[in-house]
């Protein structure tokens, strides 16, 4: 059946296996005789233009080819008609060329959190001069965190009535944090907080990992113009707990302070030079940011019947929002 997909691109004697990463796509290892390469479908519930995606991949791809040869590059794969983007029963592929490596799903020690962070502020250094108004806002106002927070606030009057009432506490909980919405406007209202190429999805599965070393950055669909705390946030959010966002049993959700020692350590090393003193100070600032935003997104899909997440059980969502409150607690011990 994807035997029409194959034949654009190409390749022949080919099978996919499907990846069971990611909330929002699907993802297929392909093995044809022309090599081994990597096709995933977008979902266009979440990404409205399929095409805002493929400009801003080909447009990185374009100047890293030029500017930065040595950076290894996700690049796009064309069709035998030079297309990089197809579309097949109104679903929209891409191929991309497998880069070896291996993804990891959580952390087993310090130094993995310095490579992958080192990764992460390399990409955005080495795009340091690249015209960010070239980029397009793939999912607009992704992390804007005051969205996030109305959206909630829709949810809370719009959203199921049996869940609202059984989500009692977090709901309760995200309100009594709601000065972090105020502490993000400033940050962004501030001139020394720059936009800058930023990832927005930097979790441990989206580098990929050749024995220690971290070697290259993956899933570039929502970069975009932003800020880097979305991208240590992220980090903090993925990086520091010995469990994942799945994770029920909230007792063995412990922040590792090495590792979080090891991430500043790693980012720094490549954008010590570029953040300004006031981006500086917002470190950890960034962590609450995004586990506290990332709480709402649950949550607010939660009470709106799991619309935005793919979820395998009931309740999932809801234990997703008590994980990632628990992960903000205890990082605030800090
Ligand atoms: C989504 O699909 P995945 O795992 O790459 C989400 C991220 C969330 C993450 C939580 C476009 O990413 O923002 O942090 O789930 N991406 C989008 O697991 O909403
Ligand atoms: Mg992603």
């Known amino acids: 059946m994807m035997q029409v997909i194959f034949d654009q691109f190409g390749w022949e004697e080919a099978n996919a296996i499907p990846l069971s990463q990611g909330l929002i796509n699907q993802t297929f290892v392909v093995h044809a005789k022309q090599g081994d390469f990597i096709l995933q ?21 374009q100047y890293l080819s ?11 794969v064309p069709t035998l008609m030079g297309e990089s983007l197809i579309e097949w029963e109104g679903k929209f592929y891409r191929a991309f060329n497998k880069i070896e490596g ?33 980029l397009k806002p793939t999912i607009p106002q992704f992390h804007d965190l005051a969205l996030r927070y109305f959206q909630f606030e829709q949810a809370l009057i719009k959203g199921n009535t049996n869940r609202i009432s059984e989500a009692k506490e977090a709901i309760q909980y995200l309100k009594s944090k709601r000065s972090y919405v105020d502490q993000w406007l400033k940050f962004t209202a501030h001139e020394d907080a720059h936009l800058r190429v930023t990832h927005h999805d930097t ?42 966002e799945e994770c029920q049993d909230l007792n063995q959700i412990k922040i590792i302070p090495e590792r979080w020692t090891a991430l500043q350590n790693g980012y720094l090393k490549a954008m ?57 607690n205890q990082f605030n011990l800090l």
């Open 272 to 328: 010590g030079e570029l953040l300004t003193p006031f981006e500086k100070d917002h470190f950890k600032f960034s962590g609450q940011f995004i586990i506290y935003m990332q709480a709402l997104r649950f949550l607010t899909d939660y009470l709106q019947l799991d619309q935005y997440y793919h979820t395998s059980r009931p309740g999932q969502n809801l234990d997703r929002a008590h994980n990632q409150i628990e992960l903000l």
């Open 203 to 244: 979790k441990i599965s989206n580098v990929l990992f050749k024995e220690d070393q971290a070697i290259c950055v993956i899933d570039l669909d929502t970069t975009m113009p932003g800020y880097y705390i979305s991208d240590i946030g992220d980090m903090c959010r993925t990086y520091l707990s010995s469990v994942n």
């Open 66 to 76: 030029r500017n930065k040869p040595d950076i290894l590059f996700t690049h796009l």
């Open 102 to 134: 291996v993804a990891l799903d959580v952390l087993d020690n310090a130094n993995q959190a310095e490579a992958a962070a080192n990764q992460f502020g390399q990409f955005t250094a080495s795009l340091s001069d690249f015209p960010i108004e070239q």
């Open 41 to 61: 479908y977008i979902n266009t519930q979440v990404f409205k233009d399929p095409f805002a995606i493929d400009h801003n991949i080909k447009s990185i791809g």
